[in-house]
């Protein structure tokens, strides 16, 4: 049967002459974000206007694997996954009041005058759907979170896919019957948040910042990543690694909130994330209660914790982008090696060992994008740097002659002649857990 035939394989392409997607010479003129700039010249996002962006083979492969760590830390906590609408009803967004508050809310009227928003966060949806399953204190505590498009209207979107008008999030939002065991669980989240930055390659840059709670709380928490590319503004303790954010800093005398020092450097930053106390703020307008054990209806207490994933995709390009291009963090590299092939037409033996690595690397769980086009070795190193793998290994005439293959590290651009052995070793140290 024809259909099995062609259904073979279900390994994705990674030979890098069936790519459909080519890395380019130039940024599209109009964009000035680094970050963007890097991300469409090598092909891993396509941009289809301001702030609206396509992930690419390449570019989806790291967000893939940005939203795999997500998922796992949020499944240590217990955290349940869905997926709720971008479309939401118009009555709900009046029930919190934000349809007339939100200036960046996207409305939108369809052709029977029926009007929706384009969802920013999913507050509006989530808590009237957690109405219907808690009645009684046993119901609680949960949480629940999703990956999901996410819409806001800016009106300069010039910041490539730091700040988009079209985005993906990690939403959370957990449900409690007091403050105490929503506040026990939200100090959990901050441990859970420290250890996703951590793991995407951000960790060291990464500060748990505290910002205004607005009316509810005193704090809510942000995690800033420093860059130049950012657009906001922090004091860093180093002795208690954490962080003020501007707005907030003059209400705390300038000083350090856990150690009171004032000794604190300044520097701009990035928002990767952040977790607020919401209290009651939403569940109150849509009376989610539950009752206790006296059988007296209490208001459900609630957190809500946020992610945006090409955020800190585009910061990670920030943080670690260089003159020649992307420099991946080995855990969400969209590859863990560049098998780089340099042979002709008529000398077979060169595909030959380049096949026989790819196999053996492959079938050892290597994630391996082998460049098997024929252009001049120049082009193919410009390329591979550009595209920013952590590990480039050549495979070629003089490497076969001399029985060794060469590799270079990407992030340190050091150069090694290696042995076979020593090869496989350094590939698998390289693999993704
Ligand atoms: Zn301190």
Aim: hydrophobic share 35%; aromatic share 10%; with cysteine.
């Amino acid at each position: 049967m024809i259909f099995k035939v062609i259904y073979k394989d279900k390994k994705p392409i990674m030979r890098q002459s069936q790519l459909f997607t080519r890395t380019k010479k130039e940024a599209p003129s109009d964009e000035v974000a680094k970050n963007a700039k890097l991300l469409i010249r090598a092909g891993f996002v396509d941009k289809l206007q301001a702030g609206v962006y396509t992930y690419l083979p390449l570019g989806l492969r790291v967000l893939k694997k940005i939203e795999n760590i997500i998922r796992e830390e949020m499944n240590t906590v217990g955290g349940q996954e869905i997926l709720m609408p971008s479309l939401q009803p118009k009555e709900n967004w009046q029930t919190t009041g934000r349809w007339d508050t939100m200036d960046d809310l996207y409305k939108i009227t369809d052709t029977s005058g029926r009007e929706n928003a384009l969802g920013p966060t999913h507050e509006e949806i989530v808590v009237p759907l957690a109405k219907q399953f808690i009645s009684s204190y046993r119901d609680l505590p949960f949480s629940t979170y999703q990956f999901q498009n996410k819409f806001r209207m800016e009106l300069r979107a010039k910041s490539g896919i730091l700040r988009g008008r079209e985005f993906i999030m990690k939403d959370m939002y957990s449900f409690h019957r007091d403050e105490a065991d929503m506040v026990a669980f939200y100090e959990k989240m901050k441990a859970v948040y420290t250890r996703v930055f951590e793991r995407v390659g951000i960790g060291a840059t990464t500060f748990l910042t505290y910002a205004s709670g607005g009316s509810f709380s005193k704090y809510s928490h942000e995690f800033q990543t420093i860059t130049s590319a950012g657009e906001d503004f922090i004091y860093i303790c180093d002795k208690c690694h954490l962080a003020v954010n501007k707005e907030i800093i003059e209400d705390q005398g300038n000083a350090c909130p856990q150690c009171q020092s004032k000794d604190l450097r300044t520097e701009t930053s990035v928002e990767v994330g952040n977790i607020f106390e919401l209290k009651t703020k939403y569940s109150a307008p849509f009376n989610l209660s539950y009752k206790d054990e006296e059988g007296k209806d209490q208001t459900v207490v609630m957190g809500c914790y946020g992610i945006g994933l090409g955020r800190v995709l585009g910061t990670v390009v920030e943080v670690y982008g260089d003159d020649n291009g992307l420099v991946w963090p080995a855990e969400i590299a969209p590859f863990s090696v560049h098998l780089v092939e340099l042979g002709n037409k008529d000398d077979k033996t060169v595909r030959e060992e380049a096949q026989k690595l790819y196999d053996e690397l492959t079938r050892d769980g290597v994630e391996v994008l082998w460049d098997d086009r024929e252009l001049r070795p120049g082009e193919k190193f410009a390329e591979s740097d550009l595209i920013g793998i952590p590990l480039r290994v050549v495979v070629s005439a003089k490497t076969l002659a001399a029985g060794t293959f060469e590799i270079k590290n990407r992030a340190t651009g050091e150069v090694f002649m290696v042995e076979r052995a020593v090869l496989l070793e350094q590939c698998n140290q390289c693999k993704v857990k």
